[in-house]
């Protein structure tokens, strides 16, 4: 199957700094990118959803200007956590699709990363 | 809005025995359900994934069926293994959604006693 990468892997910052978060899709061009978060025990809850060359949207309560997406490129995500406060530690996982339009597709994951602020 | 429930939350069972964990989902106007593994601390692992059209899909010893108008799907797991512990997600995609993401389950946690 396909394969998506996210960088890094875990990460520790302090409250008021902040935190970038790569998602990457090794072998295919990822159309549709989702940012997912997980709390502990919990399920995944999506944050938002980039296309390629134009802006996320972002699903409610979820609040844009503290969590930036950009996806620039058919093969590369980011998430920027700005301001980080330790409410924001979470799992967060990214997943692309690669047709756009057709959501039969699959979508794969990425293995995830680990913010935790202190 | 869609809400998929899974059910049980956890299951502990003896090594060898078949199991069968079980989604259900509010909407049945999905284009697809899949079924995901995930260990602790780590991403998901897609296990099936099933089209609205089919009925049922098979992996090894996994078998996943589909009964969208009654909103359920099953996840069976012929002679579990320890290494089949693990918490298994469902998670459907809606024709009312946009951008067709997925909505989860709250996952069912499964240990598998050697």
């Known amino acids: 199957g396909a394969v998506v990468s996210q960088h890094p892997s875990w990460v520790i910052c302090k409250s008021g700094t902040s935190v970038k978060i790569e998602c990457r899709s090794l072998d295919f061009q990822a159309t549709t990118m989702f940012w997912y978060r997980q709390f502990p025990k919990q399920s995944l809850m999506l944050m938002a959803t980039s296309n390629e060359g134009s802006k996320a949207t972002y699903e409610q309560g979820v609040e844009k200007d503290k969590f930036l997406i950009n996806h620039a490129s058919l093969t590369l995500s980011t998430l920027t956590v700005t301001s980080a406060h330790p409410e924001d530690s979470s799992f967060y996982i990214c997943?692309?699709?690669?047709?756009?339009?057709?959501?039969?597709?699959?979508?794969?994951f990425g293995p995830g990363t680990r913010l935790t602020v202190t | 809005k869609q809400e998929v429930t899974q059910i049980p939350a956890a299951l502990s069972v003896p090594e060898g025995e078949n199991l069968v964990l079980n989604c259900s989902f509010t909407?049945?106007?999905?284009?697809?359900l899949q079924w995901f593994r995930q260990d602790p601390g780590k991403g998901l692992t897609s296990l099936l994934l099933i089209q609205s059209s089919q009925r049922e899909q098979t992996s090894g010893r996994l078998n996943a069926s589909l009964d969208k108008s009654s909103g359920r799907s099953t996840l069976y797991i012929a002679a579990s293994q320890p290494g089949d512990s693990a918490t298994y997600l469902c998670?459907?995609?809606?024709?009312?959604?946009?951008?067709?993401?997925?909505?989860f389950g709250k996952g069912t946690k499964l240990s598998v006693k050697p």
């Open positions: 998670a459907v995609v809606n024709y009312g959604g946009s951008q067709g993401n997925l909505i």
């Open positions: 997943s692309a699709r690669g047709l756009a339009g057709d959501f039969r597709y699959e979508q794969y």
């Open positions: 909407d049945s106007a999905i284009y697809n």
